[in-house]
């Protein structure tokens, strides 16, 4: 019995050496990216330099700052997706996932993050993740932006059989714009109603159940 209660507990310490291993791989992809956008803003402000719009007077951005740049929606959901894959990976619990997050804003999303701390004071860390996931939202894609991206959304439609490409955006704006896609069934429905016409109906004939599978789906009969 003691024999088989040390496997047992063995078996559970490298369980957990293996999480800690795969939860600190994702953390250093989570650095990389983020220097990697960095990077791409960075090039972006130096076009807009050299092509005299803003001027060489503008403040060249941060990568956080990239949320509240001309396409927000990418930034954002870059950094939403990378927290949401953690959390799946990792198994984070519920009541440390903002305490997680927050940990890995810098600059100007982490003055703002700062100023929250000072208005709600411990309660800051209550919030759940969804509540934190608008308020970043509401920060970095104000109102008119977000109707702008609904907009987008409400008519995007594959271009030149480029399915990858629609996939992309799609997903990116309905990380953002949950007005129209509220639920999964909602944006299976809106993700076919931009399919080209050679595929439209052997997808929708289909009836796909999840996002995932429509995608998957979708992409095997453009191929």
């Given amino acids: 019995m003691q024999q088989a209660e040390l496997a047992a507990l063995r078996e559970t310490d490298r369980m957990c050496q293996d999480q800690m291993v795969e939860t600190l791989r994702v953390i250093r992809d989570m650095r990389r990216e983020m220097s990697d956008m960095q990077v791409e803003v960075l090039a972006l402000r130096e076009q807009q330099r050299r092509a005299g719009q803003p001027g060489p007077e503008a403040r060249i951005p941060d990568h956080q700052d990239a949320f509240g740049d001309a396409d927000s929606v990418v930034g954002l959901t870059r950094w939403i997706e990378k927290m949401e894959s953690f959390f799946n990976i990792s198994g984070c619990a519920i009541q440390n996932q903002v305490k997680f997050v927050t940990c890995t804003l810098l600059c100007a999303a982490l003055t703002w993050w700062n100023g929250q701390i000072r208005t709600l004071g411990p309660e800051a860390y209550a919030m759940t993740w969804e509540v934190l996931k608008k308020k970043m939202t509401d920060k970095y894609c104000p ?9 987008e959304l409400w008519n995007l439609k594959v271009k030149g059989n480029d399915v ?14 949950t007005k129209f896609v509220a639920n999964e069934t909602e944006k299976v429905d809106k993700y076919i109603s931009g399919l080209p016409d050679n595929i439209y109906g052997n997808v929708k004939s289909a009836r796909p159940k999840t996002l995932d599978e429509t995608i998957e789906l979708a992409n095997d009969l453009m191929d």
């Fill in 143 to 151: 109102h008119g932006k977000i109707k702008k991206l609904e907009i």
């Fill in 164 to 177: 990858p490409a629609y996939t992309k955006r799609f997903q990116e704006l309905t990380l953002i714009c």
